[in-house]
């Protein structure tokens, strides 16, 4: 069982990607990913990892099997991980937490960026087909009609703290650095 499972959220472009890569990076922890899931799912019926193909997929699978399936398939992934630091990317809605919630090493961490920001950083670094040809208007109707984005105020609202991403790497790296020493402090108390 890992000794921290820090769970992120944050809207889209806000860096919880960035967050995970130093954590991993720093202390060696493992990176579990909703998409994750749902990309192997895509790459395996050969579909291509859009935006859009990756909210069917995930709709699709929530009407079938329940909103939380997600949930459980991560949840028994990192129980049974030794590692002593587990990164959950990518929580969305309040049923991805419903089976992690419960776990006391679970935290819930909000990355957060103003959007204008945010819509700037997913232009540059267009991880999903769409975003280097995305509009602002594009950007604020995916944010305001999404099924995977209009839950996310719900879930930032459930998070224990707040990191503010809109400074640079340095100033994110330090605020990770606090975050980990804060976690461990409370874990040996």
Same mark, same amino acid.
């Given at each position: 069982?890992?000794k921290l499972i820090i769970g992120?959220?944050?809207?889209?472009?806000s860096g919880?990607g960035?967050?995970a890569?130093i954590?991993q990076?720093?202390?060696?922890?493992?990176?579990?990913?909703?998409s994750?899931?749902?990309?192997?799912?895509?790459?395996?019926?050969s579909?291509p990892k859009?935006?859009d193909?990756f909210?069917?997929?995930?709709?699709a699978?929530r009407?079938?099997f329940?909103e939380?399936?997600?949930?459980?398939?991560v949840?028994? =992934?990192? +129980?049974?991980?030794d590692?002593e630091? &587990?990164?959950?990317?990518?929580i *969305?809605?309040?049923e991805? !937490?419903?089976?992690l919630e419960?776990?006391p090493?679970?935290t819930?961490v909000?990355?957060?960026?103003?959007?204008k920001?945010?819509?700037?950083?997913m232009?540059g670094?267009?991880?999903k087909?769409?975003e280097t040809t995305m509009?602002w208007e594009d950007f604020?109707?995916? =944010?305001? +009609?999404?099924p995977?984005?209009?839950? &996310?105020p719900?879930v930032?609202? *459930?998070?224990?703290t707040? !990191?503010?991403?809109?400074g640079?790497?340095?100033?994110?790296?330090?605020?990770?650095?606090?975050?980990?020493?804060a976690l461990r402090?409370?874990k040996h108390?």
């Open positions: 069982m890992p992120l959220v944050g809207r889209q472009g919880k960035t967050v890569k954590l990076e720093t202390y060696s922890a493992t990176l579990y990913r909703f994750g899931i749902l990309g192997d799912i895509l790459d395996r019926i579909i859009s935006r193909n909210v069917k997929i995930s709709e699978l009407h079938a329940g939380d399936v997600l949930a459980y398939a949840e028994k =992934e990192i +129980t049974s991980s590692a630091i &587990i990164v959950v990317d990518g *969305r809605r309040p991805d !937490i419903v089976a419960p776990l090493q679970f819930l909000n990355v957060s960026v103003p959007p920001t945010r819509f700037e950083r232009k670094r267009g991880e087909a769409g509009t604020l109707r995916v =944010e305001n +009609t999404a995977t984005e209009i839950t &996310i719900l930032e609202a *459930r998070a224990q707040t !990191i503010d991403n809109s640079t790497e340095d100033d994110l790296r330090k605020k990770i650095e606090e975050l980990v020493t402090e409370k108390a």
